[in-house]
């Protein structure tokens, strides 16, 4: 695939439509991401952002058409918000990893510690495999979610606020992670995010959503206030959409 340039495209979306219980999710989205490139998705809260991140995913029902440059579903990575796992469930980072990646019992020979620790150093969490899970920061977690993610490498990664609740020097590393894999691994990136300061250093491109498409184009024009009143302003956003 490629677009009217002829760059090679990672995902293409059109006319996507999304309803969850009579109420429209998503209206007729369409949008283009460019092969090695961190492409954000931007947006008020309830405008359909994770929606449209899991449409990708293949997790939701949906109208349209999505094409994703990938081998299979095991060359897209996804990174959801939070696991929804119970709390007072006795995990450790490495239980849940050897659940996730080797779809065994998570109790396995020692001989997988050096792999999983491997793994968790993509991201800087190589100390955290034998912490538990319900003790581990914001931060944490999400460099926890990410490792997993990464094997094997996607073609294409989905992120969904991987920096939500995570301090500067996280979200710092987080971003120098996200470059990493653009620029060394050729990964493509479609990034889920809110903080438009970090959208501005870090994206190649940005849309916007509530609902429909309310801004395309490139992020230095993030701080203009037309395009600002565009992606916040107009139609409001459905509660509840995520």
Not at 24 to 38: E, G, N
Request: hydrophobic share 45%.
């Amino acid at each position: 695939m490629t677009d009217a340039a002829g760059r090679p495209v990672a995902v293409w979306i059109r006319d996507l439509g999304l309803s969850l219980g009579g109420v429209r999710i998503l209206d007729r989205v369409s949008l283009t991401v460019r092969s090695r490139t961190i492409h954000a998705v931007v947006g008020p809260n309830g405008a359909g952002k994770t929606s449209l991140l899991r449409c990708l995913a293949g997790t939701m029902p949906h109208t349209g058409d999505i094409r994703i440059r990938a081998k299979g579903r095991a060359d897209i990575g996804y990174v959801p918000q939070s696991l929804g796992l119970d709390g007072a469930l006795p995990l450790t980072v490495r239980d849940v990893l050897n659940v996730a990646l080797h779809r065994r019992p998570a109790f396995l020979p020692r001989r997988r510690r050096p792999a999983l620790t491997a793994l968790l150093d993509r991201t800087g969490a190589g100390h955290l495999l034998d912490r538990p899970l319900a003790a581990l920061s914001g931060g944490e977690l999400r460099r926890v979610l990410l490792a997993q993610a990464l094997e094997p490498m996607p073609t294409v990664l989905l992120l969904d606020e991987p920096a939500s609740n995570v301090d500067t020097p996280g979200m710092q590393r987080f971003e120098e992670i996200l470059a990493d894999l653009r620029d060394r691994h050729g990964t493509t990136i479609v990034l889920v995010a809110h903080d438009l300061a970090g959208v501005a250093r870090l994206a190649d491109w940005v849309t916007a959503i509530n609902r429909a498409v309310t801004y395309d184009g490139p992020p230095d024009r993030l701080t203009d206030a037309g395009v600002l009143d565009r992606i916040f302003g107009g139609r409001q956003a459905v509660q509840g959409a995520v």
